[in-house]
């Protein structure tokens, strides 16, 4: 079964700083999809940035970017810049591709509690 | 667009009582999962459907049921609460088309099992 590991239950940051969040998952696939979900307070759950593991760029969005390294199966986000609003639950999530032959649905991480000090 | 809607957002049961959680979406995706939220957990997948008449088991599928009788319709049947049922749930759907397209989350129900 994947499993997907988020080793920091929670990281402060000061405001306009720089934070890495780690996440390693495991899997025998190589074919796979990895994403990061934010989730405020007002607990809905927000796409923040997803990656391919076909492709060898790291992806990015704004001030969001990732670190995917598949060899090590490590798959960290950088958040540059942070502001308030960044303050969140942050979880990392994995998913095959549908083929008939196991779920359709993400392997979440535990979770990281992301808090911005002004 | 409303995108995924569940409903209700808070609800209390006693331990023993049916209820079902709705959740409708108006983006014609094919795929939809009920998750539950404990805390300091992650989500963690109850069911899944793959399009209407098609439904299959989750990571933790135990005291729930489901159906899928319309694209945009996918209730989750509790059918005999117990106090280990209390959590968040949210329901997701995604196409059924682009292997990378994400999952798209309702706003969650909080439900308490007396």
């Known amino acids: 079964a994947q499993t997907v590991t988020q080793s920091q239950p929670e990281m402060s940051v000061q405001e306009a700083e720089t934070v890495t969040l780690s996440c390693t998952y495991d899997t025998s696939e190589s074919d796979y999809y990895l994403f990061w979900y934010k989730q405020p307070p007002s607990r809905q759950m927000i796409l923040v940035i997803r990656q391919e593991a076909y492709k060898q760029q790291n992806a990015t969005e704004n001030r969001f970017s990732v670190n995917f390294q598949k060899a090590a199966k490590s798959f960290s986000l950088k958040i540059s810049d942070s502001q308030l609003g960044d303050a969140a639950m942050y979880f990392c999530a994995y998913r095959i591709p549908y083929s008939g032959g196991g779920a359709d649905g993400l392997t979440f991480g535990k979770g990281t509690h992301l808090i911005i000090q002004p | 667009n409303a995108g995924v809607t569940q409903t209700p957002k808070f609800q209390v049961l006693k331990t023993g009582q049916s209820m079902t959680l709705q959740c409708a979406q108006d983006m014609n995706h094919e795929y939809m999962s009920w998750y539950r939220q404990d805390p300091g957990m992650g989500l963690r997948l109850i069911h899944y459907?793959?399009?209407?008449?098609?439904?299959d088991q989750g990571e933790v599928p135990n005291g729930y049921n489901v159906s899928r009788s319309t694209t945009e319709d996918f209730p989750l049947r509790l059918l005999s609460a117990a106090p280990s049922q209390t959590s968040v749930y949210f329901c997701?759907?995604?196409?059924?088309?682009?292997?990378?397209?994400?999952?798209?989350f309702g706003d969650g129900t909080r439900l308490s099992i007396l």
């Open positions: 997701a759907s995604r196409p059924g088309t682009g292997g990378n397209q994400p999952q798209h």
């Open positions: 459907s793959v399009g209407a008449g098609i439904t």
